[in-house]
DNA sequence: GTCTATAACTTGATAGAC
DNA sequence: GTCTATCAAGTTATAGAC
């Protein structure tokens, strides 16, 4: 973790908020840099392809994952509400790089691919170690993964405007609570 | 539902084609016109621009889904498990239209995105009156975006090579009974 | 470290031949 | 119905000034 420039930063942020915001094809280093408030030479100062700007994404999700995995151990509420929590209120900057991350998964890049499915098992392997049972957590994870796709719109639409609300996100605890034996710390 | 020539239909499967395999980005004018083996102009005397071809996309959507929500209210085997085992396995032409436009809908295209709501609307809505609770429908239909999500590529990269395998499916929803009061017809 | 200018290529769309 | 130019705009990347 080299001392990096603002910058840098800056441009990552645009890079994501971009993807996040109008999708992949919107994403050119053009729109970058304008959103980064620097030329596109100046961006190609710091990164020197449009693949290096997608590494320099992935490698900044790969850190947030591990802090993240490391507060959901520790959370109060437990680790599946945690979780599920998280995965509802998607404004996290987690959370937004994610989402970031993922549209780049769905074009060609193997990396990005790669990085979403590396959080994933280690999403898998938390819960998995918080419930006891393998298949209790898998059908948490995938309705995690279902959250994400729906209000980080990775594809469903939104299908139902209090998707994410406060409420929903109760009923569904509630839900999965029933699949529990006591609770799910 | 006018006569279509052969020649549209190649274009509209090979737009799928390539959005699923290579992404929104690799799916250009000039590649979906080699892969469905006509030239540019040929193409665009069927589609006349992106658009109308995107277009062409969400209404064969719209068509597979009215006939799969029949298919689903028909099956045997009871909405939840038909709903189940159609999400795991991506590889019926309607799942695979669903994941060529979710491509789309990560974009810009408010259509695309508009038509996946509709879809999971419709989804909501037939598992709700199959299983009667709202909130049990409700974490069932995010449990299969979630399946979506992994065996489609739809963000969440493959985790787990076995997630699509028939086992898990059994296992999965072995899970899904325990949140159903007798069974899910 | 950041900018402007520009080169090389791709993309969507049009025109007109067959 | 389908093809071959051809075009303007957009996209990534380089070169060199400041």
Not at 7 to 30: K, S, Y
Not at 135 to 141: E, G, H, L, Q
Not at 161 to 174: C, K, N, V, W, Y
């Amino acid at each position: 973790m080299a001392k990096q420039t603002a910058a840098r930063e800056r441009v990552l942020d645009a890079f994501a908020e971009l993807l996040i915001e109008e999708g992949e094809r919107a994403a050119t280093l053009d729109a970058v840099a304008a959103a980064a408030g620097v030329s596109k030479g100046g961006l190609l100062y710091h990164f020197g392809s449009k693949e290096a700007l997608v590494d320099g994404l992935i490698d900044r999700l790969s850190e947030m994952s591990e802090a993240d995995t490391a507060r959901m151990l520790a959370a109060p509420e437990g680790v599946v509400e945690y979780f599920v929590r998280t995965s509802v209120d998607c404004g996290t900057p987690f959370d937004r790089t994610i989402i970031a991350v993922a549209r780049l998964a769905q074009g060609q890049h193997a990396q990005a691919s790669g990085a979403m499915a590396d959080i994933r098992r280690s999403w898998l392997r938390t819960v998995e170690d918080a419930v006891g049972d393998p298949d209790t957590a898998r059908a948490i994870v995938l309705m995690c993964d279902g959250l994400y796709a729906n209000t980080g719109q990775l594809g469903m639409g939104v299908s139902d405007p209090d998707e994410g609300s406060d409420e929903s996100i109760e009923r569904l605890l509630a839900v999965i609570a029933r699949l529990l034996p006591a609770d799910g710390r």
